[in-house]
């Protein structure tokens, strides 16, 4: 009998692990420079893709204008045939990879991944040649939809992180308390560690189980590697990893509102000087710049437990800085200086694939101001001109630096 238990643990870790092919492409994120990891909806599994690593980072900033356009003439599609799903960047070689949905004829959707470089080069990731994958269990029901058209089953997985040969998966399920967290092992051994999680959102004023985190990064708080997550409208939460157990349901802490009516869209961490940050992205307001000092002091409260004042007293617990990134759809580091955006042109409306610097937040060709006169000159000692003139140069401006 024990022969067969450890048989049959062997053959469904073999299955778990098998390749299987991509049926749609949701959510990235890089385990190592070589391990792209893709969340799949309709098949309901994870991948591991094994990308080629450049040589060297090419050490440029990304001023792709119209990065919709060029994604576009490389898979031979018009461009409004393209969904954009997700971004992330390859650790080291500063290459942008970018999740796609590709609309074809009679409703028919094929997903695309590509890789992107600041020169605008284009290459399709050939995703038959996919690794090993993971299946995801329980996942909603097939005739289950949000507002008619969103099927329940494209909330599966709503963001990635990897951390320590552990994959976190957020997203729903099937159970009654919908909101889950999955742990995978990596390489993939069988199925995942699932726990639930229920947090209180001080808008709404209730225990919320169903609606999933949206956006999550994992940051050491209080000495504690910590999953730091936010949620649609817009509670911010703290969970311990070690609290992460099979089976196991759990209260996450609300440390933040950080404003109604309003979807995360990143969550990335990063380090400027001696001090280490979360930027929080939204999709209907500016972004949320936290500092680890901040999160650990929330984190070290007991937590919001009562309703804010909606919509006099729109904030509650820990307080973010506003950045100017409203348009911005997904958000990762590029390198220690840069965060690489993408985003929506207003006019146009279309996609861009661009840097903006870290402490800045904002790229000055989106703007006309007193500054950008031709006659203008800088009083002496005026504080912005270096930064002006740096980020001239970075936008592709540097004739027009003075």
């Known amino acids: 009998m024990k022969l067969l238990t450890i048989l049959a643990a062997a053959l469904l870790a073999a299955a778990q692990a098998a390749a299987a092919p991509i049926q749609s492409a949701s959510r990235l994120t890089f385990g190592d420079a070589h391990t792209l990891f893709v969340a799949d909806w309709k098949g309901a599994r994870i991948h591991a893709l094994e990308v080629p690593v450049a040589a060297n980072a090419a050490g440029r900033p990304f001023n792709l204008k119209d990065v919709q356009g060029t994604i576009a003439k490389a898979l031979g599609v018009a461009p409004a045939a393209l969904r954009f799903e997700d971004l992330a960047v390859q650790p080291g070689s500063e290459r942008a990879f970018v999740a796609l949905t590709v609309q074809g004829a009679k409703g028919r959707a094929t997903p695309a991944i590509v890789s992107i470089d600041a020169a605008g080069k284009v290459t399709r990731l050939d995703l038959g040649k996919a690794g090993g994958?993971?299946?995801?269990?329980?996942?909603?029901?097939?005739?289950?939809?949000?507002?008619?058209?969103?099927?329940?089953?494209?909330?599966?997985?709503?963001?990635?992180?990897?951390?320590?040969?552990?994959?976190?998966?957020?997203?729903?399920?099937?159970?009654?308390?919908?909101?889950?967290?999955?742990?995978?092992?990596?390489?993939?051994?069988?199925q995942a560690r699932t726990t639930t999680v229920e947090m209180y959102h001080p808008v709404h004023n209730q225990i919320e189980t169903r609606a999933p985190i949206r956006s999550m990064a994992v940051m050491t708080i209080n000495g504690e590697p910590s999953l730091l997550a936010a949620y649609t409208c817009t509670p911010l939460v703290v969970i311990p990893l070690k609290d992460l157990k099979d089976g196991a349901h759990i209260a996450a802490k609300t440390i933040g509102e950080m404003g109604w009516g309003s979807m995360p869209n990143g969550l990335v961490t990063f380090t400027q000087g001696d001090s280490e940050y979360a930027l929080l992205l939204n999709s209907s307001r500016s972004a949320d710049l936290l500092s680890a000092a901040d999160l650990a002091a929330g984190a070290a409260a007991p937590g919001l437990k009562t309703p804010i004042e909606w919509p006099t007293q729109p904030y509650l617990g820990v307080k973010g800085t506003m950045t100017p990134m409203a348009a911005t759809m997904r958000v990762d580091n590029l390198n220690p200086q840069l965060l690489l955006a993408l985003r929506r042109e207003d006019a146009s409306g279309r996609m861009q694939l661009v840097s903006i610097p870290k402490g800045a937040y904002l790229r000055l060709s989106d703007f006309v101001n007193e500054y950008d006169f031709p006659d203008y000159r800088y009083p002496d000692g005026d504080k912005f001109r270096d930064f002006h003139k740096y980020a001239r140069g970075l936008e592709g401006y540097s004739d027009l630096a003075r």
């Open 133 to 190: 994958s993971a299946a995801v269990g329980d996942v909603p029901a097939a005739d289950v939809a949000f507002w008619r058209d969103v099927p329940a089953q494209t909330l599966t997985v709503t963001d990635m992180r990897f951390y320590q040969n552990k994959l976190y998966v957020a997203g729903l399920s099937n159970r009654s308390f919908a909101s889950t967290l999955r742990v995978y092992d990596y390489p993939f051994q069988g």
